[in-house]
């Protein structure tokens, strides 16, 4: 009678024991999504204020279109990874978007008038922001997949992350040369 009730309490202890794995992980990967997501809103809102910034550099500088032609070009880059899943596109099209804002910002330099222009200077501030708050996720988004990442690597949660469905994620790096925001001086 006793190894039968030994026999309960380890069974039960197993089942505990995979339920809170199989929690974790499973918590883990909804909170990497999550901070993948926060990257999402934090480029469409860069990817939404462009239009406003490339009308105000437009009215100074009608003569630039091809600078014009690739910002929208990246935006178009921007939107559609943002609706996959594939980090490494996302960190393409963000790259593209910030060389096509270096190159906007090149422009606006060509014009002094513009850069006293107050519409400018408002959505100069607001993109600086912006970037910052995609530092911000970006880091958020690393430190959510280390930590899920380091839970499928070691032993025990290892031997749950099949079942839960769970793998690694790779990690959100930023192109070496587009890591600070675009800059502008007045």
Not at 50 to 58: A, D, E, F
Request: aromatic share 10%; glycine share 6%; net charge negative.
């Amino acid at each position: 009678m006793i190894y039968v009730i030994i026999a309960i309490v380890v069974l039960v202890l197993l089942v505990v024991f995979f339920v809170v794995g199989f929690n974790k992980l499973r918590k883990q990967d909804v909170a990497a999504e999550e901070a993948l997501g926060g990257i999402d809103v934090q480029l469409t809102r860069r990817a939404d204020l462009i239009p406003n910034l490339v009308q105000t550099v437009k009215g100074y500088a009608a003569h630039e279109s091809g600078v014009f032609e690739e910002v929208t070009k990246a935006r178009a880059g921007v939107a559609a990874a943002a609706a996959g899943d594939d980090v490494p596109a996302k960190a393409a099209a963000d790259a593209a978007l910030q060389q096509a804002l270096v190159k906007v910002n090149a422009v606006a330099e060509a014009y002094p008038d513009l850069k006293a222009d107050a519409n400018f200077r408002d959505l100069q501030d607001q993109l600086a922001k912006t970037e910052d708050q995609i530092a911000f996720a970006r880091q958020y988004y690393n430190d959510a997949t280390a930590q899920l990442n380091q839970s499928v690597r070691t032993i025990p949660w290892m031997f749950f992350s099949g079942v839960a469905g769970v793998k690694e994620r790779e990690f959100y790096d930023a192109p070496t040369d587009h890591t600070a925001a675009p800059g502008v001086e007045f």
